[in-house]
């Protein structure tokens, strides 16, 4: 099967309700990835990572310092280690740009992920939620709670 | 969807929405909630007050609503395909990470395997018989097992049209075909594809939720008690939300390919790379 072809999408700033995000959304770069800060190559810092452009963040009037941000998390697979690299660019206060950076070193992982018999995209990249226009997102469950938590500590250490 | 009336409810630790054309009257509205708490109060293992909670205090044979027997056999199938990796006998091991009842959030030892199946339980229909107090976590299946049932109660009150939200796992009937945005694993306001769900659940599962360590988080493999990793989100389209919902756990054990030999489902998994398989429906849906 061939890769995934990028497909365009109508842009529209109408979408998704804000109840639907503090519903779904969820924290940012956590688990596998520790750490966080401008231009640091520290994953030791056990920070929040920063983000924005979701309605929470974008109605709390505080500005993000702009930046590239990256967090590298190491971890052991039953391949081995493994690490993911995660860089974020805010400007203006938003999301510009979100990369994942690093691949898994181990050739086992990469053989184990060449096997599907479905098809394979290189890289997948986000675009923003408030630009599409949908009805609904389907993300991994996590309480509002959970959520607000994440929007806190983005508050507190991006600015 | 967007004149659609919206009934939002909190339900076993997550947010509800249920979308319909008209306003769902109040009998129907408790009749969905009673449901709700009824599920909550047969399988949670959150609650003193639970079946599950009497299996994990004390061995017997306990019998369950009819909504086990379906459940069982699907845990059972999935047991076999994963290798004992994905198992409802998995809560001892997330209360030994510290995803216990008192949300310690702290281990409390090293990674402990869930016991094997075979030796402690025995599922039977609706009639659970254990040999032992066992921690059973109906968590891969549970929240898409709700749907269902909720689904079901809104059937027979006649609504034929309604999609339900169970915090991004989602059910629609009767509607127009729902475009739905696919959550970036590592940041909720960016999206990395877009699908059209039509008369079906899609489910999604990601390793990087519910974290509260390092490398800690809640989807764990049985054999080994250890956090599994690689996979870091997935999604599925099959007919009912329950299986759905288990797929895209399963999808962090199986290859997505050698579960369609079993299932007739639709999938797609991210790897911590941000590369992506998928099967032939979500073709095309991803950015890149």
Known sequence: MRPSSPKSLPVSRHAVRNGLFAGIAGLSLAGTVAGCAPSSADSTAGSAAPSAGTSALAGSGGGYKD???TADGNYVSPNGTETVG????????KVADVEITQHPSN???RKFQGEFAGGIAAQVVGKNIDELNVSKVAGS??????????????????? | MTDWEDFSFQGIGTE???????PLPMSLRTRLLDRVEKFDGDWSRFRPDSLVAELARKRGRYGFPDEAAPL??????LYRLTGGAMTPLIGGSLERLGYDAAYTLRPDGPPLPAPEWESVLTWSGTVLTAGAPVVLDIGAAGKGLLVDLLAAELDAAGVSEFV?????????????PLSVALEHPYNPALAIGVVDLDGRALCASAANRRTWGD?????LDGTTGQPVRTAVATWTMAETAMVADALATALFFVPGAALQETFDFSWLTVFSDGSAAYSAEFEGMLFS
Not at chain 1, 142 to 149: P, V
Not at chain 2, 164 to 176: C, H, K, N, V
């Open chain 2, 215 to 219: 490398g800690l988080h809640h989807v």
């Open chain 1, 86 to 93: 995660v860089q974020l660019t805010l400007a203006a206060g």
């Open chain 1, 67 to 69: 930046g590239t941000y």
């Open chain 1, 141 to 159: 469950s996590l309480t509002s709670g959970g959520f607000n938590q994440a929007v806190e500590k983005i508050k507190s250490e991006a600015q």
């Open chain 2, 16 to 22: 509800w929405a249920v979308s319909t054309p008209l």
């Open chain 1, 107 to 109: 050739p086992n992982t």
């Open chain 2, 72 to 77: 069982g056999e699907l845990y059972r199938l």
């Open chain 2, 164 to 176: 339900i939200d169970a915090s991004g796992d989602l059910l629609a009937r009767g509607t127009e």
